[in-house]
């Protein structure tokens, strides 16, 4: 199924670092984004609901959509594709993990040590200090559209926002430095589910590149990188990762 050049590269590799994006949560029933029919942005505007500005604009539509999908990725179970990317720790000397996507599925599959470069649903500050607030356990949000008034921050009384990074806003510099540093020192990176359309993670691959080492994309579909990467993998990752495991 696979070439013996890339089943050899992955054999070889001393330093592996594993992108993903949203298309690694597909599987699970968690929306892309930009897939063309089904993705968040082909229904909603990414300006209103992904912005500090369309947070200031309608607070209550923002939380509501963010609790909306909180409720969906718990409801949610790990797929194939993060199992596998999980059981590729101990058969590699190192593995970086470091994801867009903002759910913690990759976590409840088993993969300890994720760089999340978009920050968490899980997770929620004040939009005035930035002091951490504590969301319920259980989001009791079941439809997209219902506006839920935000909490407010009990230090300033500021309006709580989701810890996401919206459009225009710093990546956690922590781990965008941890990330960086990954991609210019592995020998091998794997590009996994993303439309490798936003910046600065769409960068990784291009650094690992210019670095030297061999970069392996697996998408269904074709993107800017196909014409980069080493290996091009066109299909679902929860059937490609399995199969690349055996
Ligand atoms: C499957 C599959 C299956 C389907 N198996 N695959 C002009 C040029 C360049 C840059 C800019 C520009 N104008 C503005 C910018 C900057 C901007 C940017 O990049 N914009 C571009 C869109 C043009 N970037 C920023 O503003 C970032 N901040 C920044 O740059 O600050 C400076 C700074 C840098 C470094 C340190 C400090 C400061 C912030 C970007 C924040 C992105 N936020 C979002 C929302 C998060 C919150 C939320 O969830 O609501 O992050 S946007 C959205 O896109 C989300 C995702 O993480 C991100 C990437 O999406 P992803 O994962 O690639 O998903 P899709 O849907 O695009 O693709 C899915 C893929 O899966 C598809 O290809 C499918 O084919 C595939 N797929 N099923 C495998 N089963
Ligand atoms: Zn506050």
Wanted: proline fraction near 7%; hydrophobic fraction near 45%; aromatic fraction near 8%.
């Amino acid at each position: 199924m696979f070439n013996d050049r890339l089943l050899q590269t992955l054999r070889d590799a001393q330093h592996l670092v594993i992108l993903t994006g949203a298309g690694v949560s597909a599987e699970s029933g968690i929306p892309t984004f930009r897939d063309a029919m089904t993705g968040l942005w082909a229904r909603y505007d990414p300006q209103q609901l992904a912005s500090e500005n369309g947070f200031r604009a309608n607070p209550a539509l923002v939380w509501g959509w963010y609790e909306w999908r909180r409720a969906k990725v718990m409801q949610s179970l790990p797929n194939p594709a993060h199992r596998a990317i999980a059981q590729f720790q101990p058969l590699v000397p190192k593995l970086t993990l470091i994801t867009q996507n903002v759910d913690d599925l990759h976590e409840r599959a088993g993969s300890q040590f994720v760089i999340h470069l978009h920050g968490s649903l899980h997770e929620a500050q004040c939009i005035a200090c930035a002091k951490p607030f504590a969301l319920n356990a259980t989001p009791t949000v079941i439809s997209e559209s219902k506006r839920v008034e935000p909490p407010r921050c009990p230090a300033c009384g500021d309006y709580i926002r989701p810890g996401v990074v919206w459009f225009g806003e710093s990546l956690p510099l922590d781990g965008w430095h941890a990330a960086e540093a990954a991609a210019q020192n592995c020998d091998v990176l794997m590009s996994i589910g993303t439309s490798a359309l936003v910046y600065p993670a769409a960068s990784l691959p291009l650094v690992a590149l210019t670095a030297g080492a061999k970069v392996i994309q697996l998408n269904p579909d074709k993107t800017n990188l196909d014409a980069k990467a080493h290996f091009n993998l066109h299909g679902k990752a929860g059937d490609l990762l399995p199969a690349l495991l055996q």
